[in-house]
C-alpha cells in the first residue's frame, strides 16, 4: 500500500473509528490512545494484511474492539457518561434527545449496542459487521432489526 492510500485511508476512516471510539468509551482521551494504538498495529500488521474477503475498514475496526476490550479486561468496565462527547458524527439532536438515545443504547445488549454502534456511528455496512462478528449477512441484518426492534421498544416505554 502506497502512501497516497494509507492516507486516504486515513483521511475516510479516523473520523469514523474516533466517533465510534468516544461513542463506545465516553471518554475522549482514552478514545485518542486507542485510536493511536489501533493505527500503530494496523499498521504494523499491514504486511500480513490481506483482503480475504475482510475490507480494511472492517479490519481497522476489529482492531479498535479488540483494543477497547483490552482495556476492560485491565480494569475499567464502567462506561461513563459523559454529555460532552455528543459532538462527533451524531446527529444533531437537542441535549435531551442525545441524553434519552444514551439511556436507550446502555439499556441494550452488550451486542446490540455494539450493532447499532458498528451500522450508525460508525457507518459501516451490514456486510462488513457481519465479517466483524463472523456471521453471514442475512443473520447480521436480522440481529440488526431485532437490535432496533428493542430499542423502538425501550424508547416508546420511556415516552
Known sequence: MNKENLEMLWDTLTPK??????????DRNLADD??????LKALEALPRFSDRGFG??????AIARNECRQHWRK???????DENVHDTKEADFKTEDKIL???????LSDSDRELIRLRF???LSLNDIA?????????ARVRMHR?????????????
Open 75 to 81: 480494569g475499567d468496565r464502567e462506561i461513563p457518561f
Open 56 to 61: 480494511f475498514s472492517a479490519w481497522l475496526f
Open 17 to 26: 473509528l474516533y466517533g465510534y471510539l468516544v461513542n463506545t468509551l465516553r
Open 147 to 159: 437490535a432496533l426492534s428493542t430499542a423502538r421498544s425501550l424508547f416508546i416505554k420511556q415516552q
Open 34 to 39: 486507542i485510536l493511536q494504538a489501533t493505527w
Open 121 to 123: 456511528i460508525a457507518d
Open 101 to 107: 438515545v444514551d439511556q436507550i443504547l446502555m439499556r
Open 131 to 139: 465479517k466483524l462478528f463472523k456471521i453471514n449477512p442475512i443473520t
